[in-house]
């Protein structure tokens, strides 16, 4: 491997919004990797966004980039339907495979991906960048030290406007269920999996969940589709700390109050605010502890910034992907599991599959 860690991106074009707008920037700013190449549906598209990128190749087929001799690393950024196939047909190449989230359109995909990654011992790490967010790790590591002593309840609330009742035609695939990117899978999987990073496992749980929009308006296209996705999730339950636990995710809220987390203790408080999902960034902190008489803000220590300055003002989606990929660059490089990877992808996915359960049965889940 050389010095910098040549990256080739399936889904690197130049009409990939978040690739576009996080792991080209990520990587362009960090000294650990160099884009190397990008792959797209077609070999037009792949050399102009090439081109663009200051990336040597482009590829239409995704094993030719996985094989070639100027790629180490392969990310997969493409819609969650092709994940499956990307990393079928790339695994092969025994090269480190950075894969967004969901892992798979399901549980079974999910578990298969994981076993080719583990039977080939390749490095591997999952699109869940909200736990290398600074204060996502600050929190972690408050609660641990005791900031608000024992752990009583933890509220969380995610209010956005999107995946209600109008979307256009490059979102409308969030609402076909069979797909598996939705609310529940790409904001609930974010958020649960921040949640559960800070606070611990749930080890019961029951769920409620409901469609208020039973068709969604795509807007750019003047046409109504049948929405087969749930718009309202809602989960109380019990974490491994015995904390109880209550979680509300909501989408086509028409004035979005974005995203607060409260986490009460017997002897301290901790308070996170953010404008939409989890994973995004540009959190707000407040806490108060066992001699504080109310909130107040706290500063995230420089220490939980592990990239260059110019990252550190981003608004977090930059910043979190970013953190995520220094953190992967030490597990490719030194052997360590520092960023999560399809193995807890496929924790993920199953404590979705009990969410379903549970509110399709009324049935309380124990995990």
Request: glycine residues 10%.
């Amino acid at each position: 491997m050389s010095k910098k860690i040549r990256t080739g991106i399936i889904g690197g074009s130049i009409n990939n919004g978040w690739a576009r707008g996080t792991h080209i920037p990520a990587i362009e700013q960090l000294n650990e990797f160099e884009l190397t190449a990008v792959g797209t549906s077609n070999m037009d598209s792949a050399k102009k966004s090439a081109q663009a990128f200051g990336a040597a190749h482009g590829f239409d087929q995704m094993a030719d980039l996985a094989q070639h001799a100027d790629v180490d690393m392969v990310v997969v950024s493409i819609n969650v339907k092709d994940h499956y196939h990307a990393v079928k047909a790339i695994a092969p190449a025994g090269k480190p495979i950075y894969c967004e989230w969901p892992l798979g359109s399901n549980t079974a995909e999910a578990i298969e991906m994981q076993e080719w990654a583990a039977s080939n011992q390749l490095p591997n790490a999952i699109g869940l960048q909200a736990r290398q967010a600074p204060a996502i790790q600050f929190v972690k590591d408050l609660l641990a030290e005791g900031y608000v002593g024992k752990v009583l309840s933890a509220n969380l609330k995610v209010f956005i406007d999107g995946m209600g009742g109008v979307g256009d035609k490059s979102t409308a695939y969030l609402f076909d269920r069979k797909i598996g990117g939705n609310l529940l899978t790409i904001v609930g999987g974010h958020n649960l999996d921040a949640f559960t990073y800070m606070l611990g496992d749930f080890t019961e749980l029951s769920a409620v969940t409901a469609q208020q929009f039973p068709e969604v308006e795509l807007v750019d296209i003047h046409k109504v589709i049948k929405k087969t996705t749930d718009d309202q999730i809602l989960i109380t339950g019990k974490l491994i700390n015995g904390a109880a636990a209550s979680v509300h995710i909501q989408g086509g809220v028409r004035h979005q109050t974005g995203l607060t987390l409260e986490i009460f203790g017997d002897k301290g408080t901790i308070v996170l605010n953010a404008p939409a999902s989890i994973q995004f960034g540009s959190h707000q902190l407040r806490g108060a502890g066992p001699t504080d008489q109310e909130l107040h803000e706290l500063t995230i220590p420089d220490s939980y910034y592990w990239v260059p300055e110019s990252l550190k003002s981003d608004s977090g989606f930059v910043l979190n992907i970013a953190q995520a990929y220094h953190k992967f660059a030490q597990d490719i490089q030194k052997g360590t599991s520092l960023t999560p990877g399809f193995a807890d992808a496929v924790k993920l996915h199953q404590l979705l599959d009990a969410v379903e359960i549970a509110a399709q049965t009324g049935v309380r889940q124990y995990l």
